[in-house]
């Protein structure tokens, strides 16, 4: 069902390029997926961000953007939730993320940290007041303030992610046409 966004525009044009009639889009675990798990297909894009310790398990295409994270807030605590005492508030951090492993290396929360596997229950979660601030890819708070009629709100971002690109399998031949 899905039909538009930035890679599965991408990935249906390199299908196309690459002489195929169709893709084929199915939800993975993410743990399994950057811990090399998985298999039975040719390219996994979803905002992943290319790291060394990834790269152990996987191999990646050429990046395709670079990103950053973002802070997201329910709009009526935006004030309240500053850089000095983020780390005091419940986080939601998607687990496994290069968020969840910033958390650990450099901010160092005191306050609740809660992992989450979908980001829509992450986004559930802020809006149900369960937690204070979601820092997660700007790719995907931006849209999710933006669908929240004014609820939610990116106060700030951190230069925490870099250069995204497609999993493959490690060791798969496709990695020769990216």
Not at 7 to 26: D, P, Y
Not at 148 to 161: E, P, R, T
Not at 167 to 174: D, E, F, N, P, Q
């Amino acid at each position: 069902t899905i039909n538009g966004g930035c890679e599965s525009c991408l990935a249906a044009n390199n299908s196309h390029r690459a002489g195929l009639s169709s893709v084929t889009v199915q939800n993975v675990p993410w743990p399994a997926l950057i811990a090399g798990q998985l298999s039975g297909f040719d390219v996994a894009m979803t905002n992943i961000f290319i790291t060394e310790e990834r790269k152990q398990n996987v191999d990646f295409t050429i990046p395709y953007f670079r990103a950053t994270s973002g802070v997201l807030v329910r709009s009526e605590d935006a004030e309240s939730i500053t850089a000095e005492n983020i780390g005091e508030k419940r986080i939601g951090v998607f687990l496994a993320s290069v968020q969840d492993r910033f958390l650990e290396s450099d901010l160092k929360p005191t306050g609740e940290v809660r992992r989450f596997e979908a980001a829509t229950d992450m986004f559930t979660a802020l809006r149900a007041g369960q937690l204070d601030a979601v820092i997660f890819d700007l790719a995907m708070v931006l849209p999710a303030a933006t669908s929240s009629d004014g609820a939610l709100k990116v106060v700030a971002q951190y230069d925490v992610g870099g250069d995204v690109g497609g999993v493959l399998i490690k060791g798969s031949a496709a990695k020769a046409g990216y």
